[in-house]
């Protein structure tokens, strides 16, 4: 899918210049607490088959629903989700957060 118009669909994005952003806090900031930080960056790994995909999407759904991570961890502040899932097939997809 083209953008016609690229400019625009950039300009709705948040941005900031490094100068105004505010320090570090001495506490933790948690999306989910005790599991992942708010601002955090990682990498889900494991063996082949051992259900890293249905945590990334346990992860997602938590956070866009403001429902317990694995049913134990709370989720700190709540938004919209943007997953990648690129292993698997579309149809799979649209079927795994039922069962979540």
């Given amino acids: 899918m083209k953008l016609h118009n690229e400019r625009a669909a950039m300009e709705g994005l948040p941005y ?4 105004a952003l505010q320090s570090q806090s001495d506490q933790p900031q948690w999306l989910i607490e005790g599991l992942w930080g708010e ?5 889900l790994g494991g063996q082949p088959k051992c259900c890293k995909s249905f945590m990334a999407l346990d992860i997602a759904v938590s956070v866009a629903s403001a429902t317990p991570c694995l049913r134990r961890f709370g989720v700190g502040r709540s938004g919209p989700v943007l997953m990648f899932p690129s292993e698997d097939a579309l149809a799979v997809v649209r079927q795994r957060p039922v069962g979540i």
């Fill in 39 to 43: 601002q955090a960056v990682g990498i």
């Fill in 16 to 19: 900031a210049q490094a100068h």
